[in-house]
């Protein structure tokens, strides 16, 4: 007699099959995409990470990264510092944190919980999958100009298409239709497995950067030699300079503290744990001539149009040549995707693995992203009508640097590269400290975190004056790092 069928739509029919090596008591706590990566599934070379940082590195915001820069008075000597700095500070914290990864071959959720505990690490899991899930929809309206800009190349008239919806949704017709458009191209990348999907970061690392040079040569041959990357206000000097500085250095380490945090969700792929030492050459490489692209390219544009153009597809907009147009919104559409799907959509994936381990997996979670991210968040009203929120999102850097900090001491410092993988998916291990909660990462993130909290207030209400604390807040990458490395070592001598 053949066993009834579960029906679709009851629950336990989308219950995913636990394995049989599990380290978890039961499918409660893991499924396969949640477990260690297995010797064949290891399929990441130096190649790869190389490629994943150059493709990367090729993103509208690493274009736009100097203009912040700029525009509060630094000179291009003093911008270009600040980036490459900034960057082996990340590409250092890759390392030591992609290492972990490497060696265990298990995600950022399950590492947490030998630092935060296991209880305790669901804070982290969650901010992060909040976070993810913004910044996707928000990424994927950029793909959306892309779009544009590359419908428009071939049918002029994609600009003229009458708006049917109204003032207030905060997108128009065509917009919409462009949205759409990039969201559903995204969905068949968000099905392909981590193991393959670093071909795409490939394919990117090549067209992308080509793209990149192409513009910074026709910039420098239609502009010559009047292009100067030093604009007339950058006048800033003695302390004013320095707090300038050092407020564009933790800007440029804030653009991918997230990934300084879940990089082990790459580098549990890795072949050996050698072939992800790269991070530290190719990200401060990759990203400082990323930003003098964009600098001498939006410099050059002061010359030709009159005016600064930060956003390169606004730069794309000047353009008469429309296959130019097309290939370079091509290649900025590519580049978000890539970029959306490294640091967003696969992040948020492996995060509700850890929420709901019976029954998601990372493809279901990156559908579950684009749908919640792309849809429901309405990312161009967020857009429109919520910079405060934007601020916000920016300012959460502010926990996130305590949250890389606080696992690389804990795993290279406290248990001196030596933890039990077994007892990370067991609520009942060693991991549960006290009630599921490690007391001293909450005492470190408790005094690393709450200084910079007045600071990120009043960036996102600029009528709440907080003195002199806002400084705190323009360095709070730095100063969350290198606090929460002193408070979780002193906490750490008192066991």
Not at 70 to 95: F, N, Y
Not at 264 to 271: E, I, M, V
Request: proline letters at 6%; one cysteine or more.
């Amino acid at each position: 007699m053949s066993r009834p069928t579960k029906s679709r739509w009851t629950l336990s029919a989308w219950a995913l099959e636990p394995e049989a090596s599990t380290f978890a008591p039961n499918s409660k706590w893991s499924n396969k995409d949640m477990d260690p990566v297995p010797p064949q599934l290891r399929t990441w070379t130096t190649w790869n990470y190389v490629a994943y940082w150059i493709s990367d590195a090729t993103n509208t915001a690493s274009w736009e990264l100097a203009s912040s820069m700029i525009a509060v008075g630094l000179s291009w000597r003093q911008a270009l510092p600040a980036i490459a700095v900034a960057h082996l500070i990340i590409g250092t914290v890759m390392v030591l944190n992609g290492t972990i990864g490497a060696r265990l071959h298990v995600p950022f959720p399950v590492i947490t919980r030998s630092s935060f505990g296991f209880w305790f690490s669901y804070f982290a899991v969650i901010s992060r999958v909040v976070l993810s899930m913004f910044w996707f929809a928000i990424q994927s309206y950029t793909g959306s100009e892309c779009v544009y800009q590359m419908l428009k190349a071939i049918w002029p008239s994609t600009a003229r298409i009458p708006n049917h919806l109204p003032e207030s949704a905060g997108i128009t017709t065509v917009g919409m239709m462009c949205y759409f458009l990039f969201w559903l191209i995204q969905l068949p990348f968000l099905l392909v497995s981590p193991q393959r999907i670093r071909h795409l970061f490939v394919i990117k690392a090549v067209i992308v950067p080509a793209t990149w040079l192409a513009m910074l040569i026709w910039a420098l041959h239609e502009a010559p030699p009047s292009v100067s990357l030093t604009p007339e206000h950058a006048a800033l000097s003695g302390s004013a300079a320095s707090w300038a500085w050092l407020s564009s250095l933790n800007s440029a380490l804030g653009i991918y503290a997230t990934l300084a945090v879940n990089i082990p969700d790459f580098t549990r792929y890795a072949k050996n744990e050698r072939a992800q030492y790269v991070q530290i050459i190719i990200i401060p490489i990759a990203f400082t001539l990323a930003g003098f692209c964009g600098m001498a390219v939006a410099s050059a544009s002061e010359v030709l149009y009159g005016e600064i153009i930060w956003d390169p597809l606004q730069l794309i907009n000047q353009w008469e040549s429309r296959a130019a147009s097309f290939f370079a919104a091509f290649s900025f559409a590519l580049a978000t995707l890539g970029t959306n799907i490294s640091a967003n959509s696969l992040s948020a994936a492996n995060d509700m693995t850890v929420l709901f381990p019976r029954f998601i997996n990372i493809r279901r979670g990156q559908i579950i992203c684009a749908i919640i991210g792309g849809w429901v968040l309405c990312p161009w009203e967020i857009l429109s009508s919520a910079p405060g929120f934007l601020t916000f999102m920016s300012g959460y850097t502010v926990f996130l640097g305590p949250f890389a900090a606080l696992i690389t001491v804990d795993y290279w410092i406290v248990h001196r590269g030596k933890v039990d993988v077994p007892a990370m998916y067991d609520p009942h291990g060693r991991y549960r400290y006290w009630n599921g909660i490690n007391w001293r990462a909450g005492v470190a993130l408790l005094f690393s975190v709450t200084p910079s909290l007045p600071g990120l207030a009043a960036s996102i209400n600029l009528s709440i004056n907080v003195g002199d604390a806002s400084k705190l807040f323009d360095i709070a990458w730095l100063y969350g790092v290198g606090f929460q490395l002193f408070v979780r070592f002193l906490t750490n001598l008192s066991i």
